[in-house]
C-alpha cells in the first residue's frame, strides 16, 4: 500500500485509505519557478503510483493565476495533463483528497504532501535544460530534501538519461522476458513508501548490472518501471544500434 508523510503530523499514512476509491490529487503550485515545477512533479508521480495500484485519479491544479503558463511549463517536464478547475472530478465530499504543496504550506483539512524547495545555482538554467533531463535530476532527490540545481547537475543527469534510453532500446532487441516477481516487489516496496523515487532509481541501477537478469528482462523491467517514474525511457527503441 503507498503510504506518505503527511505533513500536518509528520507520520505516515495511507495515500488512499480506501483502496480503489475515486481520490482528488490537488496541485498548488503557486509560483512558476523551479519549486512549483516540483510540486507538479511530485503531484504527477502520485498519480501514477496511484492508478499502478488501482486506484482512480482526478489531478487538479488547484492555483487559479498563471494556469497556461504553469500548464505549459508541466507538458514540456512530461506531466500529465491536469484537470481544469477546482469542481472538477468527483467533490471533496465524494473523494479522498491529497493535496501537494510546498514546504510550509499543509493544509489543515486533507491529506498533506509538502515538496521541499529547489534552488536554482544559476538564473533560468531550468528553462534552458533538456526537460526529461530536469526531471531525472528532480527524481533523483527525495521530494523531502532540498535540491540545488546547476549546468553540472542538470548535464549528468542528461548524460544519465540518454545513456539509459541507449541501453533500454540495446535490451529491446533481445527476446522478451517477463518482470521477476521479486524486482517489481522492490520496485513497489521503494515507490510506496512515501514515493521514494531515488530508491526506484537504485534498484534500476542494479538491474542493469545484474548477470543473472536477460536483457529482454530488464528492458520490460525498464519499461515497468517508467509508467511511474516517466522518463520516456523507450524513446530510442528502433534506433541504430
Not at 502520485?46 to 500548464?71: C, I, K, M, N, S
Not at 473523494?95 to 510546498?102: E, H, L, W
Not at 527525495?142 to 540545488?148: F, Q, T, V
Amino acid at each position: 500500500m503507498l503510504r506518505i508523510i503527511d505533513a500536518r503530523t509528520g507520520e505516515p499514512v495511507p495515500a488512499a485509505p480506501a483502496p480503489r476509491v475515486p481520490t482528488r490529487v490537488e496541485a498548488y503550485a503557486q509560483d512558476r519557478d523551479a519549486t512549483g515545477l516540483r510540486v507538479l512533479l511530485v503531484a504527477d508521480v502520485l498519480v501514477r503510483a496511484l492508478e499502478l495500484g488501482g486506484t482512480p485519479v482526478w489531478a487538479l491544479l488547484a492555483d487559479e493565476e498563471e494556469q497556461a503558463e504553469l500548464r505549459a511549463d508541466a507538458a514540456a517536464l512530461g506531466v500529465r495533463p491536469f484537470e481544469r478547475g477546482r469542481d472538477a472530478g468527483p467533490g471533496p465530499g465524494a473523494a479522498q483528497t491529497i493535496r501537494v504543496v510546498r514546504e510550509g504550506g499543509a493544509a489543515a483539512d486533507r491529506a498533506t504532501v509538502a515538496v521541499a524547495p529547489v534552488e536554482q545555482a544559476e538564473p533560468g538554467v531550468t528553462h534552458s535544460a533538456d526537460p526529461y533531463a530536469l526531471r531525472l535530476a528532480l527524481l533523483r532527490r527525495r521530494r523531502d530534501a532540498r535540491l540545488r540545481l546547476d549546468t553540472a547537475v542538470l548535464d549528468d543527469a542528461h548524460a544519465a538519461l540518454l545513456g539509459r534510453r541507449r541501453a533500454v532500446a540495446a535490451w529491446a532487441r533481445q527476446p522478451s522476458r517477463p518482470v521477476p516477481d521479486e524486482v517489481r516487489d522492490r520496485l513497489r516496496t521503494a515507490w510506496e513508501d512515501d514515493l521514494d523515487t531515488p530508491g526506484v532509481l537504485r534498484v534500476l541501477g542494479q538491474v542493469e548490472t545484474d548477470p543473472d537478469l536477460p536483457d529482454g528482462a530488464r528492458f520490460e523491467i525498464h519499461a515497468y518501471a517508467d509508467r511511474l517514474l516517466g522518463l520516456d525511457l523507450t524513446r530510442d527503441l528502433g534506433s541504430p544500434a
